[in-house]
Every structure is written in structure tokens, then in C-alpha cells.
């Protein structure tokens, strides 16, 4: 079945510096990406949709130079928090579509000191 | 403001018993309907979707849609342990972007 991979699941970083996330489609080519953030009790908020060849979508509220996205090939989206900051810390989900269906990666877990 | 409303819980069933999870939607033009298990520190996971009014039925799974409701449920039948985790109802209106309520977290009590 469809496999979406992510890297690194977790990490831990240091206040003002930028981390990077990797989300991979394994057996699919996935034109279009989404990524989420999860605090803790809390439910999945969709932060932006990552196409392919073009420039990412953001949701109100979020900050498109803080949260960097880059789609450059079908099988590999990345989102690399620039500058984190204690608050930054979640729980960061990509996910893509396949048949109607979405698939989520393994999540990744960053902890800002 | 497209809403999905889950009761957060906890909601605590005996093993063996039938837990019900609820969910209600305010956009009347939500097309699809998920419900997704997570555990603790992990991601979710898909347990079933459902496009149609009325039950669909996969194993100890039964996914129910009302849409004049606006109202999905998920029915688990033979608790059992290892279904103890948060069950996220999730919709989508047309595009791809799905809408997560808060979650059900489910305790199944041995």
C-alpha cells in the first residue's frame, strides 16, 4: 500500500536555530503534500498544502517565511522551521493523498530549548 | 468557518462492549467523512471512510452518516484493549484538505 515517510521523528534543537523535515512518498508520486502541526490534547491543524513545481499554499495564520516548504520532485517534500522557538515545539504530520484517501507519515517531534 | 465537533472525552467502555463515537459538521457541503485512530505519539491512521447516508460496516467497525444530520459516528464493536487510543473525525468539502475535529479519547477497561 501507499507509504509516506518522514525524517527525522524526532529532534531537538536549540532556540534560533532552523530544522528541517523530510517527507517522502515511497511506492507513489504525490503531486500535492499536506503538512500539519499537533500540540499536545489537541487535533490536527492543517498548516500548508505543498504542490509540486510551485510555490506552497499556507493557511491563515501561518508564517510562509517561518515555515519554509519546498515540493522539488513528486516524492519528496520537506518543511524546515526557520529560526524555532520554544513555541515551535509539536508535532509535525505530512500526508498525501492516493485514491481519495489520505496517508500520513510517521510524524515528527521537535522539541526548541 | 468549517467546524468538525467531536466530544474530546475520555470515554471509558468495558472490553467486550460496543463504544459509540460521535461527530457533528457544520458545512453542508462536506463530502467525505474519515475516522482515523491515533495513538500516543504517533500519527493517525485510517480506520474507514464513508461517502454515502447509512452504515458502512468493516469488521468490529461500523462508520453511520446522517447527512441532513450532519452527523458521522463510528461503532466498535468487541472493545478490546488495544483500541484504547483518540479517534479523530475528519471531513472534506470538495478539495483535498481535510478538517480534524478535536478527537475521542477511548479507554477500553479490561
Known amino acids: 500500500g501507499a507509504v509516506v515517510s518522514q525524517h527525522p521523528s524526532w529532534v531537538i534543537c536549540k532556540s534560533g536555530t532552523s530544522v528541517k523535515i523530510e517527507c517522502r512518498s515511497l511506492d507513489f508520486q504525490a503531486t500535492t503534500m499536506f503538512w500539519y502541526r499537533q500540540f499536545p490534547k489537541q487535533s490536527l491543524m492543517l498548516m500548508a498544502t505543498s504542490n509540486e513545481g510551485s510555490k506552497a499554499t499556507y493557511e491563515q495564520g501561518v508564517e510562509k517565511d517561518k515555515f519554509l516548504i519546498n515540493h522539488a520532485s513528486l516524492t519528496l517534500s520537506t518543511l524546515t522551521v526557520t529560526s524555532a522557538h520554544p513555541e515551535d515545539s509539536s508535532f509535525y504530520i505530512c500526508?498525501?493523498?492516493?485514491?481519495?484517501?489520505?496517508?500520513f507519515g510517521e510524524g515528527s517531534r521537535l522539541t526548541v530549548l | 468557518q468549517k467546524e468538525v465537533e467531536q466530544n474530546s472525552g475520555p470515554l471509558s467502555v468495558p472490553e467486550g462492549a460496543i463504544a459509540s463515537l460521535n461527530c457533528t459538521y457544520s458545512d453542508r457541503g462536506s463530502q467525505s467523512f474519515f475516522w482515523y485512530r491515533q495513538y500516543s505519539g504517533k500519527s493517525p491512521e485510517l480506520i474507514m471512510f464513508i461517502y454515502s447516508n447509512g452504515d458502512k460496516e468493516d469488521g468490529r467497525f461500523t462508520a453511520q452518516l446522517n447527512k441532513a444530520s450532519q452527523y458521522v459516528s463510528l461503532l466498535i464493536r468487541d472493545s478490546q484493549p488495544s483500541d484504547s487510543a483518540t479517534y479523530l473525525c475528519a471531513v472534506r468539502s470538495g478539495n483535498e484538505k481535510l478538517t480534524f475535529g478535536t478527537g475521542t479519547r477511548l479507554t477500553i477497561i479490561p
Open positions: 500526508s498525501a493523498t492516493v485514491g481519495g484517501e489520505l496517508f
